[in-house]
Every structure is written in C-alpha cells, then in structure tokens.
C-alpha cells in the first residue's frame, strides 16, 4: 500500500509540475497569449519534420492563438507582425502581454487622458497586461508600470476587459 501511495503521488506531482494544455485548447480561438521560453521556433506545419521558418529568442512576446492540432500539442499562431505558423504547445502561455506598437505610449497614472504621465514605452517594448477596461491597459515593463490606451498595444483588443 505505501508503494502504490508512492507512485500515486508522483504521478500527482509531475501532473501538477507539467505545463496545462487543456486550459489552451478548451478556449475559443482566435484570442492572445504569449510565448513562454527564451528561444522558440515557429515551423510550417505541426511536427518537428516541418522546417523552421523563424526562431523567436523573446520571451513573453505576444502571439495570437488561432487554431490547435493534436489537442494542444501543437498550436498555430500569428505574431504582431502578421507571420503565421505553427509552434509546440509547451511553448505558449496564458500569460497575457501587449507590444508598443506605432509611436511612443504614454503610461499614466490612472486609465484617464488627464492621468499624470509616469513612464513612456518606445515601440517594440513587451510589458505583461493586466487590468483592462474601456480601452485602457495597466502595462507592466520590469515593474514599472502604467495606464497605456489598448490602441497602442498589440496584444489585447480596444473592446477587451481583463483582470
């Protein structure tokens, strides 16, 4: 009994410890993500016999999911760009994250025009998102941090609402 306890408990464990693809598949496509590692090849097709057609060597860059193949194993993307393509589960993320886009964002203090300007992103910096509402974005860079409008994001649409 103690021996099957044992291999009960492992199992359980390394469930716990490996990444969830069930939660990525059970949403409805199309909506956003992230890439979760340092280095991560986007390839022409779902398997690793399909050639390399970019490496992304940026961590939290965000992706649009649009479409799932081998429940989860792998997953299609689109990246700010607009290049499509396919990339291993185990390297998208939930996390949600935005990309300055266009010109410089202003980060406010409150999700107001008239909010005191706290920080400014160029174009192309990621920040983790959170806090959205009525076209307004709390966008995280390394812990500094402000209001920005969606509009300069990529990464989250006008109309969204997150926690």
């Not at 986007?42 to 050639?51: C, Q, V, W």
């Not at 799932?68 to 689109?78: C, H, Q, S, T």
């Not at 406010?108 to 990621?126: E, F, H, N």
Request: with cysteine.
């Amino acid at each position: 009994m103690r021996f099957g306890a044992r291999i009960l408990l492992a199992v359980t464990m390394m469930a716990l410890a490996a990444p969830s693809l069930a939660g990525l598949v059970q949403k409805k496509t199309p909506y956003f993500g992230s890439i979760s590692a340092g280095k991560a090849r986007m390839r022409t097709g779902p398997a690793k016999t399909y050639p390399a057609s970019w490496l992304y060597q940026r961590a939290d860059l965000p992706v649009k999911i649009l479409e799932f193949y081998d429940r989860g194993a792998w997953v299609k993307i689109e990246d700010p760009s607009g290049t499509q393509g396919w990339m291993m589960g185990t390297l998208i993320s939930d996390t949600r994250t935005g990309l300055v886009m266009g010109t410089v964002a202003e980060l406010r203090d409150s999700p107001r025009y008239g909010g005191k300007i706290l920080w400014r992103a160029a174009p192309g910096v990621v920040g983790r998102l959170s806090k959205c509402a009525r076209g307004w974005c709390y966008f995280d860079v390394r812990g500094r941090g402000g209001y920005v409008e969606a509009n300069h994001l990529w990464g989250v649409t006008a109309d969204e609402t997150l926690n």
